[in-house]
């Protein structure tokens, strides 16, 4: 049957036909009443045909557009449940109200009407996934295959009767295939190695000649084997340097055994009086060959800088850290510090000055090395200033002396004073600190052209960056003995004054604990050096003397430490207490004297701010400790700030990360 159209349908010309046909006919019955009365009886018959016509046509008109809408619904209802994925419907509980036979596949067939979906996919949160606005889709696992799960809410019911009420429609898209890729894709990724015997002349000289080959043979048999059994290709480049090219795969077996090659390594006994220790860089995740294997070298660069028998993996931006855990090794060539001292005196003699930095509260160690290179910039003839704003309690009476010398009085300049003189025509030499956050002054790295760089502390993931002359040895024992040595080649004529040589074995003595700790043969020939320049122990050991108030504030600290941890004690500083980082400090050394504890923490309130002092006797790396934190320093010294935090909340930050640290060697 042919289908009704608009067309003729109460078009708006029909009324003004039948209003002339009504208008003529009373003209006509106004001349002749009986023509008027016939054609009057024509107008009712039209206005009644116009009429029935008009009706049977809206009749028609809304079965054609109930018959669309039902033709609508049903392609609709078609597509939905021929759908060629698993799809259900369910409720906002969960309850599955309908779901198609793929879906029903997917559980052997099995009746699930009325029940609810987290019972077949645990881990599904229908209200949650409503909540995320940013995607309309999630991945999850069932079955043992990999699905994306797609999901449209609909709103459904009479608003003004029974109210709206909303269903969920999910759908399953089968990526198992996709993902199985991806994995393959990840693992496979390559990865750059690059493995140093970080301490092989130490190991070839302490080792009998007719043994040498064979402890090298044995390093190289077991490099060997843990290539072999990663599936990598290596290759030896140089006499104690090799690069390994593995899979992303074999990266994680690698860092879920926490690099266990370390341990291997450093167990060789094959004649060799000292261990044998690696530093392993591994760059991952790099765009290309290149990237790659800037990314080894900036990780080996950073292992060997923390001081060696460690991994570091660069991972994009992020750095993971692996081992680190022994001691040190003294390096005994005195080379590098003759390298270091020509070229610092070379940067001098191109610049009109040279600014010398420490790091914030600056203790004696910093005060003695900054000292050192500023006579080594005075006997050149430059103009030197060291920046220094709030000085650490301890170094006052050595201050003090200083300003009995004329000369020194206009030596000392607030950070503030240093960036109204520097230019890029000076030079800035940053001491006893080596990461940004923790100098006197950042912004004055930016006012000049040339920065060095001579520090003590392992080297940190947060170095300055783009400096000119970095001189950063962990295995020294402080600053000032790195600081001592240069100035010993700097010139033959450098003439240090006593107070000077007095900073800096004070320098030495406050770092190593009186000679105790991180203490090597070269530690005491510059002590020695010094004693030959003027230096005074006796000058020194009062530098180090106490007054009665301090005393009693150290001992209340010592008296209410708490044992954390077998061997581990931490106590608080009181928040009213004078001088709060010198006594904190103080306090962690003397609990190590106490039997039984061989590691302290110690936390003082510095107004929103906590401070951390870490002390170890070597079973606990306090650095990697306080690392966590956000801190640093040595495996028996370190140190740590954090912000806006209570002592309570802190004291728990310190006990997890002690307690990360522990399992973490636990695991090895």
Not at 57 to 70: D, G, H, I, K
Not at 318 to 326: A, P, R, V
Not at 553 to 571: M, T, Y
Request: net charge neutral; proline share 3%; charged share 25%.
């Amino acid at each position: 049957m042919k289908k009704p159209t608009m067309k003729g349908l109460n078009v708006p010309e029909n009324p003004i036909y039948l209003a002339v046909i009504l208008v003529l006919s009373s003209i006509i019955c106004y001349f002749n009443w009986g023509m008027g009365l016939a054609a009057f009886l024509l107008f009712i018959y039209l206005v009644y045909y116009n009429w029935k016509v008009t009706r049977i046509r809206r009749v028609e008109w809304t079965r054609y557009l109930e018959n669309l809408s039902e033709n609508i619904d049903w392609s609709t209802k078609n597509a939905v449940f021929s759908v060629p994925m698993p799809f259900v419907v369910v409720e906002l509980d969960g309850t599955i109200n309908w779901y198609n036979p793929r879906f029903g596949q997917l559980f052997e067939g099995e009746s699930l009407l009325g029940k609810n979906i987290k019972n077949y996919i645990p881990n599904l949160d229908i209200y949650a996934l409503l909540k995320n606005k940013e995607d309309d889709c999630i991945q999850i696992e069932l079955n043992g295959r990999t699905y994306r799960l797609f999901y449209t809410p609909l709103g459904i019911g009479d608003s003004k009767e029974d109210g709206r009420r909303v269903i969920v429609f999910l759908y399953l898209q089968d990526i198992t295939q996709e993902a199985l890729l991806k994995v393959k894709y990840h693992d496979e990724r390559p990865v750059v190695m690059l493995v140093q015997v970080d301490n092989y002349d130490e190991v070839v000289n302490n080792t009998d000649e007719a043994k040498r080959p064979v402890v090298m043979a044995e390093i190289e048999s077991i490099l060997s084997q843990w290539a072999i059994s990663l599936n990598a290709g290596w290759k030896k480049f140089d006499r104690d340097k090799f690069v390994v090219f593995a899979e992303a795969r074999a990266l994680k077996a690698l860092e879920d055994d926490k690099f266990s090659i370390l341990d291997a390594v450093r167990s060789i006994s094959a004649g060799n009086r000292i261990p044998v220790t690696l530093s392993i860089g591994v760059g991952v995740d790099g765009k290309n060959p290149l990237e790659l294997s800037h990314y080894a070298q900036f990780a080996l660069d950073l292992a060997l800088g923390r001081g060696g028998d460690q991994a570091v993996v660069k991972r994009g931006t992020k750095l993971f850290f692996y081992g680190g855990k022994s001691k040190e090794v003294e390096k005994r060539t005195k080379v590098k510090s003759r390298v270091i001292a020509n070229a610092l005196k070379e940067l001098m003699s191109q610049s009109w000055g040279v600014f010398i930095m420490g790091h914030e509260a600056a203790d004696l160690d910093c005060l003695g090395a900054a000292l050192g290179i500023y006579r080594c910039a005075r006997h050149i003839g430059k103009r030197a200033y060291i920046v220094m704003s709030r000085p650490n309690p301890s170094i006052r009476p050595m201050i003090s002396r200083l300003m009995e010398d004329e000369e020194y009085r206009d030596v000392f300049i607030t950070p503030d004073e240093a960036l109204t003189i520097a230019d890029r025509q000076a030079v800035v030499v940053v001491v006893d600190v080596h990461r940004p956050a923790f100098m006197e002054e950042q912004r004055l790295l930016n006012a000049v052209d040339k920065v060095v760089v001579i520090d003590h502390h392992r080297r940190s993931a947060e170095a300055v960056e783009n400096a000119t002359l970095v001189y950063l040895e962990p295995y020294a024992s402080s600053t000032s003995e790195l600081v001592t040595e240069i100035v010993q080649y700097f010139d033959e004529k450098v003439e240090l004054k006593p107070v000077e040589a007095d900073a800096l074995l004070a320098g030495i003595t406050v770092d190593t604990k009186n000679f105790i700790f991180k203490t090597g043969v070269r530690t005491f020939e510059a002590a020695s050096y010094l004693r030959r320049a003027g230096a005074d122990p006796a000058s020194v050991r009062h530098l180090f003397q106490d007054d009665l108030e301090t005393f009693l504030s150290r001992a209340e600290v010592v008296k209410n430490a708490q044992i954390i941890a077998p061997g581990v004690a931490l106590a608080y500083c009181p928040p009213d207490i004078k001088n709060g980082q010198l006594i904190a400090a103080q306090a962690a050394d003397s609990l190590l004297t106490i039997k039984g504890i061989h590691t302290s923490f110690v936390l003082y309130a510095n107004g929103d701010d906590v401070m951390i002092s870490g002390r170890s006797l070597g079973n606990v790396n306090v650095q990697m400790v306080l690392e966590k934190l956000g801190g640093g320093g040595h495996l028996t010294v370190a140190g740590a700030q954090l912000g806006n935090i209570s002592l309570d909340e802190a004291r728990q930050k310190v006990i997890k990360a002690l307690k990360d640290y522990l399992e973490e060697g636990n695991k090895r």
